[in-house]
């Protein structure tokens, strides 16, 4: 008896010294990785010619009403855009709609502080926002864009 639970003990003792080392944490979920992978905060909108922020870029900080003329830096961005980031500052007026038509006309999408779509060319964001019968209704936002506005809410 005595034999056997010295077997026992030394059994627990190899056990414990022996034991495969915890798991490691688990691999992000998107939302986690989106989170980590954004930019800081600067107060604008950033849209790129390619998917996941490749070729062109441009930034703003305001409206505008016609993509063809960016300003300063900025090529024309109109129905180029295929990928794009609202870096905006949390508070009121954080959210950017991407409209369809210049001067804010058309349907539109929402694109919500602190996220990105980074390849538009998927397909999966479309102008859902606005009337049936506006123009874009139903589009791909893909090299659709050909203006924007900041607004409070998605």
Known sequence: MRKLASLAGAAALMAVAFTAP????????PAESRTVSAAAAD???????????????????GAIRNWDYPGPGCPAMRNLASSVE???????YDDVNLYYGEDQSGAYACLGNGDMWLDLSLGREVFSHGWSWWDGYGESVNNNIASHNWTDSC
């Open 86 to 92: 609202n870096r905006g500052y949390a508070g009121g």
């Open 43 to 61: 107060g604008k909108l950033h849209a790129w010619m390619d998917p996941y922020r490749g070729g062109g870029h441009c930034a703003w900080s």
């Open 22 to 29: 915890t798991a490691q944490a688990s691999e992000p979920t």
